[in-house]
């Protein structure tokens, strides 16, 4: 069945660090892949997104790049910031001829960022 | 406008006792999905319905759960006869339509805890 697998957590990262969240999955065909965020109390808001192999998703200094190859969609970011800090999640859906809707969730990583 | 809405944001409930939880998708919509969070986990797909019809229940328990989504109102989440192991986060998303792909937009979760 589909699946996703997350980088473990937490990451501490000091403020304008590297930022690199591995994510790979399991599915068949071409599922899309998405990225949520979740800060503290709140629900979860889209990232980025790709829906076909070697898309690049971007938003807000973030990307990930769909790698059918290596079924993988890690989420990097070249300087992070303090209103980072969240709990980052990778995600899929089935491709759309299979009538699927629902998304399958990695665990997801607490990234905190210190000053 | 107004996102997905869901309420209560926080409801405690004794062990026995039931729980209904609320979801109003955004304006448009006629997709929604709910989804349980355990502490320190991903989201797990629960259900999927569309106006007046449950089209995906994979995810639901056999036994105590059930959800609906009238032709007028919200969408409901019904958790009967409560126990403690149903302390969770519960997400409500919308779609406008149908298919892998199509972005699910998240409301901010009730916090279910069952004393």
């Not at chain 1, 697998?5 to 994510?23: D, H, K, W």
């Not at chain 2, 209904?20 to 929604?32: D, Y």
């Amino acid at each position: 069945g589909d699946s996703v697998t997350q980088m473990e957590g937490p990451v501490t990262l000091s403020e304008e660090a590297f930022l690199t969240i591995n994510c790979t999955y399991t599915a068949t065909g071409y599922p899309s892949l998405f990225w949520y965020v979740q800060y503290p109390g709140e629900g979860l808001q889209l990232l980025l997104k790709a829906t076909k192999a070697d898309d690049k998703g971007s938003n807000k200094g973030f990307e990930a790049t769909y790698r059918k190859e290596t079924t993988s969609f890690h989420l990097e970011k070249g300087s992070v910031q303090v209103s980072d800090s969240a709990v980052y999640f990778c995600a899929l859906s089935d491709p759309p001829q299979t009538g699927a809707n629902n998304l399958f969730f990695g665990t997801g990583t607490r990234l905190t960022v210190i000053p | 406008n107004a996102g997905v809405m869901q309420n209560p944001r926080h409801l405690v409930r004794r062990r026995g006792q039931e729980a209904r939880l609320r979801c109003s998708p955004m304006k448009g919509h006629s997709h929604v999905y709910w989804y349980r969070q355990l502490p320190e986990e991903g989201l797990k797909f629960m259900v999927y319905l569309q106006k007046e019809n449950i089209i995906d229940e994979s995810g639901m328990p056999k036994e105590r759960f059930s959800a609906e989504f009238p032709k007028e109102g919200p969408s409901i989440l019904r958790i009967q006869q409560v126990v403690r192991g149903d302390s969770a986060a519960y997400f409500c998303a919308s779609s406008p339509a149908t298919g892998g792909g199509n972005e699910q937009f998240f409301g901010p979760g009730t916090r279910l805890t069952v004393l």
